[in-house]
């Protein structure tokens, strides 16, 4: 299978830290990988490389085998790549269509450019369409989204990032500030949406969630990278997440 | 490293450093700066914005700020001279309680109504107006007694009571600020308003208390207006909401709230009070006070936000 | 439940409808001399000075900033034109059109890449240009020439309506149109409502933001133009209070302080009930100081209303 994404000898320092010490990282086609690690572990700050917020200090990025230069956040977005951090970045106030198609605006004919006229009726229905095939609930797509739970915000999130990016959708703790059912619809969400990116990435605390969700999971500890461990033909077992937190822990269970 | 470490510095003392080569230079221009008549003109021009600049750096501190200072001000005047028939103690209660009721209403809107500081004070600030016009037009508000004038003009061990009321209220504020509980509450609230309410601090209660105190300040800075000057008219106060919050931005107290203290206030109170002094001795025209004070707020937060961004 | 929460929102987002009908009912009963044609038209044409200045400001507030030296370049601007009248009528126009762009670009500028709060910026440029201004003039009004084109812009009327309002209204039909209709409008939400996410889906922030300061600027000077043209002289002192005033009819209109939300529409109707009322109280032969008190109490109540029913 090929490889969409892949992050060789990755070295970040901040100062007199090290965030990651020569760390290797792969995303196969059509893969969800679960980034997984204690706190500090350098999840974070591998993500922010991928998506342009750092420059690494030693390493290559290569998308889909070509060798990439990431240098800032507008690189990532223009190669395909779209991250969705933790506060989703979403505007409130707006609807779900304008939240979707903020910056990117359908405007009616092609001349103007940032004085077009804006065909909110294409957008509303684009909007709509989009929202229905990943099977979301939301009532009314006129709505501040403000208005909307946690997880439908999430969702919003996500269809913006899939319209506009197709090649590798990051998600930074995704469930961590939702309930037990929105998460089980998120993890839905995200199983029907793989088909419309290259391959995903979550970053989670939360080993369950993993578990259900991602085909294989990559391991940091401290920096470094731990392991990788696969998940698809598992099954769900006590040893698997056993495996799992002795790696993210470097404790062994017996 | 290094370099970075010493703008630091210079940024944090900029006003003294401003401070000291203003007085070396209007020294060597102006025979009379020196002088002690002049330097009590100084102290007069600084006493009434500085002691409003006390309540105002108390409020900014807490992100908040007050444009109704002004008008609150003419308000304690005018209604300092109306009642100054009932003497002095009377006087007194009164100018301070009517400013003191407009901070209430002030803090009442900004916490517990909710509004933000921008509005609340904007409403209050044409309130007041409207109202010491009413007032004002209807009857006679001039004349001061000897009295009161004798209180403007008088002098303990050659320095002017107004300007001990000032040096009083600031050096005990200060003092109250940085060495108390409270104070600590005060940047807690403006710092990091979040953890000040799982600390159990009444936000409420302080940002109220903080308004009712700016109020009282106006009124206190009205009445030593009043001692000085003979009538009361609704153009009093005109600008000094803009002279207080530039005096306190510029003394160094960050308008995003959380850091700054009363001393750095006095600084831009008195960096503001000599140049003001200064141009008037160099015969400079009052204009070019305007806008030396605009380019100098400008200039302030520029520089205090290119070093902090430079430490990054 | 849903439908409490429907009728709630329909009736929220209407208030300052109802509240305009309700005053007109009112004046139909107590104030008949209101609704003749001329008074009318008299309104509109005081409106516009304030309705220009008003509907710039919405796009600059619903951007996430203030512009509070709008005031002082109206001051400016109407000085500028003026005395360049003597050299070209060309001058005149362009030259405080340009000079309004110049100083919004710096306004915006200073703004967004020293990242300081907009309030203290334009405060800053508030007291710069004003007393720039009175320095230019020495203090004095300068005249026109009678009987100069000039005077053409902004005075008279277009078929029975004062030319003023008629700009008025074209000013407000492009921004509106501007602000609701375009990618350019929607983007500017965008960076009101969240400025740091608009940077990252690829929205030109900055720039926009700074556009909007622009805007807000040239639009001042425009007013100014038609002020000076049809009194055919400028006072350095004109637009003394605009910038709060126009805020005044923006957040009566219900825009936002914080940004990201109000509506240009809703701003015209706001400048439209306040210059109402004004001029009712005028009929009425209330003392002027009502105005300010009345307009205190609406921006408060409108305020307080639009708190308390945006969160259901």
Known sequence: ?????????????????????????????????????????????????????????????????????????????????????????????????????????????????????????????????????????????????????????????????????????????????????????????IRRVIGNVKGIVIISHNIEHVIGIANRAIVLRRGQRVGSVQIANRGDSDDLHRELVSMITGLRHT | MNTNIILKRINENKVIIIIILLIILLSFLSPVFHTYENIVNVVFEITVEGIIAIGMTILILQKNFDLSVGSNLALAATVAILLQRYGPVVTIIGAILASSLAGLINGIMVSYLRFNSFVATLAMMFFLKGLVFYIVNGE??????????????????????????????????????????????????????????????????????????????????????????????????????IDVIAAVIIGGTLFSGGYGDLFKTFQGIL?????????????????????????????????????????? | ????????????????????????????????????????????????????????????????????????????????????????????????????????????????????????????????????????TGGKMVDGILGSPYMLI??????????????????????????????????????????????TVGISAERLKVITFVISAVFAAFSAILISSRLNTASPLEGTGYEFDAITAVIVGGTSLFGGRGSLPKTILGVLFLASLNNAMILLNLNFSFEYMVKAFLLALFVYLDIRLKDI
Not at chain 1, 120 to 136: R, S, T, V, Y
């Open chain 3, 154 to 199: 902004g005075s008279g009327d277009f078929f029975g309506i004062p030319k003023p309002v008629v700009y008025f209204f074209f000013v407000a039909l492009l921004l509106s149109l501007l602000l609701h209709k375009t990618k350019f409008g929607r983007q500017i939400f965008c960076i009101g409502s969240n400025f740091e996410a608009s940077r």
């Open chain 3, 1 to 136: 439940m849903q439908s409490g929460y429907k009728v709630k929102k329909f009736f929220s987002s209407q208030i300052l409808l109802y509240s305009f009908i309700l005053l007109l009912i009112l004046l139909s009963v107590f104030v008949p001399a209101f609704f003749s044609a001329r008074n009318i038209l008299n309104i509109l044409r005081q409106a516009s000075t304030i309705g220009i200045i008003a509907c710039a400001m919405t796009i600059v507030l619903i951007g996430g900033s203030v512009d509070l030296s709008v005031g002082s370049v109206v001051g400016l601007s109407g000085v500028l034109a003026i005395s360049y009248l003597y050299r070209s009528l060309w001058l005149a126009i362009l030259i405080p059109l340009l000079v309004a762009g110049l100083i919004g670009f710096l306004n915006g500028i200073i703004t967004v890449k020293f990242k300081v709060d907009s309030v203290i910026v334009t405060l800053g440029s508030l007291a710069i240009i004003r007393g720039v201004t009175l320095l230019y």
């Open chain 2, 140 to 241: 006679t508000v001039k004349g001061i007694t000897q009295y009161y004038y004798k209180f403007g003009y008088g002098t303990l061990l050659k320095i002017p009571y107004p300007a001990i009321v000032f040096l009083v209220l600031i050096t005990v504020s200060g003092i109250l600020l940085s060495k108390t509980k409270l104070g600590r509450h005060i940047y807690a609230i403006g710092g990091n308003p979040i953890a000040a309410q799982y600390f159990g601090i009444n936000e409420k209660a302080f940002i109220t208390s903080s308004f009712v105190l700016t109020g009282a300040l106006c009124g206190i800075a009205g009445l030593i207006i009043m001692t000085r000057v003979n009538i009361a008219s609704g153009a009093l106060g005109l600008y000094t909401n």
């Open chain 1, 1 to 189: 299978m090929e490889k969409v994404l892949e992050l060789k000898h990755i070295t970040k320092k901040f100062g007199g830290v090290v965030a990651l010490d020569d760390v290797d990282f792969e995303l196969y086609e059509n893969e969800i990988v679960g980034l997984v690690g204690d706190n500090g572990a350098g999840k974070s700050t591998l993500i922010k490389i991928i998506s342009g917020v750092y420059i690494p200090d030693v390493g290559e990025i290569y998308l889909e085998g070509k060798k990439v230069e990431i240098h800032d956040p507008k690189d990532a977005i223009r190669l395909g790549i779209e991250t969705i951090y933790q506060d989703l970045a979403l505007f409130d106030n707006l609807s779900a269509s304008a939240n979707i198609f903020a910056g990117r605006e359908i405007t009616i004919g092609k001349i103007g450019g940032i004085l077009g006229w804006l065909d909110q009726k294409k957008m509303d229905k684009e909007a709509k369409l989009l929202i229905e095939n990943f099977g979301i609930e939301i009532r009314n797509p006129k709505e501040e989204v403000r208005r909307l739970s946690g997880g439908q915000r999430q969702s919003v999130a996500i269809s913006r990032s899939i319209k506009w990016g197709n090649k590798v959708l990051i998600m930074d703790e995704p469930t961590a500030a939702l309930g037990v059912k929105e998460s089980g619809k998120l993890l839905d969400l």
């Open chain 2, 271 to 312: 960096v503001l009070g000599i140049i003001a002094n200064g141009m008037t001795l160099l015969n400079i025209q009052s204009y070019l006070q305007q806008v030396i004070k605009g380019f100098l707020l400008v200039l302030v937060i520029v520089i205090d936000s290119i070093v902090t961004v430079r430490r990054k």
